[in-house]
């Protein structure tokens, strides 16, 4: 599996022109980013999506990231696919550890495992906020923690909804 590294100050992999789901990332392990500027926090240091961008993301490895919210991915305002992937080992301060759905994103998951990702608040796999609806079907969610509350999966308002099933906690 090739590695894909971040740099100083920015995101390992950017999603944010607006990408169709025909922008595929296959097969990488995204790791290490400082991730981006978004709202005034940092965000998203494996994988940043944003702006309507809706890439398919499959067979991907995102593991050992480290920002405020969404360490492993931040998603905003898309609608991104996730068939097969690992998240393992993110660290947020805040919400979602491994990914924050957040400003009408509508995610998928598929297939997806998400191992020993921590917060410091909320969220340890995934933090939803602001009007976000997500699909986890045949997931594994296992070893997640949160210091404050939703070790695996954590709604930030009654706007969101995580639709799981067919899924192991």
């Given at each position: 599996?090739?590695?894909i590294t971040?740099?100083?100050?920015?995101?390992?992999?950017?999603?944010?022109?607006?990408?169709?789901?025909?922008?595929?990332?296959?097969?990488?392990?995204?790791?290490?980013?400082?991730?981006?500027?978004?709202?005034?926090?940092?965000?998203?240091?494996?994988?940043y999506?944003?702006?309507?961008?809706?890439?398919?993301?499959r067979?991907c490895?995102?593991r050992?990231?480290?920002?405020?919210?969404?360490?492993?991915?931040?998603?905003?305002?898309?609608s991104?696919?996730f068939?097969?992937?690992?998240?393992?080992?993110?660290?947020?301060?805040?919400?979602?550890?491994?990914?924050?759905?957040h400003?009408?994103s509508?995610?998928?998951f598929?297939?997806?495992?998400?191992?020993?990702?921590?917060?410091?608040?909320?969220?340890?796999?995934?933090?939803?906020?602001?009007?976000?609806?997500?699909?986890?079907?045949?997931?594994?969610?296992?070893g997640?923690?949160?210091?404050?509350?939703?070790?695996?999966?954590?709604l930030g308002?009654?706007?969101?909804?995580?639709?799981?099933?067919?899924?192991?906690f």
């Open positions: 599996q090739t590695w971040g740099v100083q100050n920015r995101s390992c992999v950017l999603f944010m022109a607006g990408e169709s789901d025909a922008a595929v990332l296959d097969g990488f392990t995204v790791s290490g980013g400082d991730g981006m500027q978004y709202q005034g926090t940092i965000v998203g240091a494996g994988i999506i944003f702006g309507g961008s809706n890439p398919t993301v067979n490895i995102v050992d990231n480290e920002a405020q919210f969404g360490a492993g991915v931040h998603i905003a305002l898309s991104p696919s068939e097969s992937c690992t998240f393992v080992g993110n660290v947020s301060d805040s919400n979602g550890a491994a990914v924050r759905i400003d009408n509508f995610p998928s598929v297939d997806c495992t998400f191992l020993n990702n921590h917060t410091n608040d909320f969220g340890g796999a995934i933090a939803y906020g602001n009007d976000s609806t997500g699909t986890h079907v045949n997931c594994q969610f296992d997640n923690t949160a210091d404050i509350r939703g070790g695996a999966i954590y308002c009654s706007c969101s909804d995580a639709q799981v099933s067919s899924s192991a």
